[in-house]
C-alpha cells in the first residue's frame, strides 16, 4: 500500500511539508509506503480545456511538456493521495489548482480512474482562508468519486514563517490523527 503526496507549497521544507510528515509518521508506522512530490519550481500549467482527453482516453493529459503526467502517474499508482497547499490569498497555490484540474478532467476521462482511492487534504495558514483552501481540495477528491477519511478538526495547521508550525500542537495531533484514520481505511478497503 503507498500513499503519494503533493506539496503545493513554493517553499519545498515548509509547513506545508511539515505537516504532511506528520501524516506519514503515523502511515509509516502501520507500515504503509510513503512518497512526497514537491510541485515548487516544477513547470505545471492550467487545463487548456481541449478535451483530448476524453478522445485519447490513454490516463494521460494531452498537454505533455510538464510535470502533470509524471504527478498523474503517481496518483494511480498510489492507493492514497495527499494535496498538501499553503493558502495564498484564501485558496491553494496556483500549482495546486494546476494539478487538480488537469488530473481531475484526465480522471473523468477514463471512467473515474482514481475511484475508491484514499483522499486527503493538509493545509498550512498563517492566519484566514484555510477551510476554503480544505473544501477546494476536497472538491476534487469527492468529485472524483475518491473516499475521504476525517480527523479531530479540519486538516489544517497554523504558522507563518518555515517550522512555526510545529508550535501548532493541535494541529500537528490533527495531522497525526488523519494519518492513523487513513491507515485504518486504506487496510479496510484493501481486504
Ligand atoms: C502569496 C501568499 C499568499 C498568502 N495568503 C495567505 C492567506 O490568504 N491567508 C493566510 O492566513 N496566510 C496566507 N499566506 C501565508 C501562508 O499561508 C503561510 O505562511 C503558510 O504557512 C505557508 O506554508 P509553506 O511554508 O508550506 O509555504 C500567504 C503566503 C503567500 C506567500
Redesign the pocket.
Known amino acids: 500500500m503507498k500513499v503519494i503526496a503533493f ?1 503545493g ?3 519545498k ?7 504532511i510528515k506528520e501524516v506519514f509518521s503515523e502511515l509509516d508506522a502501520e507500515g504503509i509506503e510513503t512518497e512526497m512530490i514537491q510541485l515548487a519550481g516544477k513547470k505545471i500549467r492550467g487545463c487548456i480545456a481541449c478535451g483530448k482527453c476524453f478522445d485519447n482516453q490513454n490516463r494521460r493529459c494531452a498537454i505533455d511538456n510538464d510535470f502533470a503526467n509524471e504527478c498523474i502517474e503517481k496518483m494511480l499508482e498510489a492507493d492514497g493521495i495527499i494535496l ?8 491553494v ?1 496556483t500549482e495546486t489548482k494546476a494539478l487538480i484540474d488537469r488530473a481531475g478532467f484526465v480522471s473523468r476521462a477514463n471512467s473515474f480512474m482514481f475511484k475508491r482511492k484514499i483522499g486527503a487534504a493538509v493545509v ?7 477551510i476554503h483552501v480544505f473544501d477546494s481540495i476536497n472538491h476534487f477528491f469527492l468529485i472524483s468519486q475518491m473516499i475521504v477519511p476525517g480527523s479531530s478538526y479540519w486538516n489544517i ?6 517550522g ?2 510545529e508550535q501548532d500542537e493541535e494541529g500537528l495531533e490533527t495531522m497525526r490523527t488523519l494519518g492513523r484514520n487513513m491507515a485504518w481505511l486504506l487496510k479496510k478497503t484493501q481486504e
Not at 521544507?13 to 505537516?19: D, E, K, P, R, S
Not at 498550512?124 to 484555510?130: K, N, P, Q
Open positions: 506539496n507549497s513554493a517553499r521544507n515548509g509547513n506545508t511539508a511539515i505537516l498538501g497547499s499553503p493558502t495564498y490569498f484564501a485558496d497555490t498550512a495558514v498563517r492566519r484566514a482562508g484555510a495547521g497554523i504558522g507563518r514563517a518555515i512555526e508550525v
